[in-house]
């Protein structure tokens, strides 16, 4: 297992994927056009699942100024510093890394 400690709360935005998985691509291309600065920022793909076992994914950017989140009415988003264990799962030639906090 690899450990990726993350050493400060982080701020993000964005909004659930509502037709997961299929729209995980699409909601990333909307997130994209509605912010400033393109791939200036990190982008996270944000999971959870509900007691009913319904998987809510949530397709986020970094905020990188006070209030984009609100200005872009999307959702605000606070993923904590601690520790994360992670995997990297390829994609064709990328790698995405899969956290999950201890």
Do not use: H, W
């Not at 935005?13 to 990190?42: C, H, M, W, Y």
Request: a negative charge; one cysteine or more; hydrophobic letters at 40%.
């Amino acid at each position: 297992m690899n450990t990726f400690i993350l050493t400060e709360n982080l701020l993000a935005f964005g909004f659930q994927v509502k037709n997961f998985p299929e729209g995980i691509d699409d909601a990333f291309k909307s997130l994209i056009k509605k912010v400033d600065g393109g791939f200036t920022r990190s982008f996270y793909g944000i999971s959870s699942i509900t007691q009913t076992g319904e998987i809510v994914y949530l397709a986020a950017a970094q905020e990188l100024r006070t209030g984009e989140a609100e200005e872009l009415d999307c959702e605000k988003i606070a993923i904590a510093a601690g520790s994360y264990s992670y995997e990297v799962v390829k994609i064709g030639e990328a790698g995405l890394m899969k956290l999950k906090r201890f």
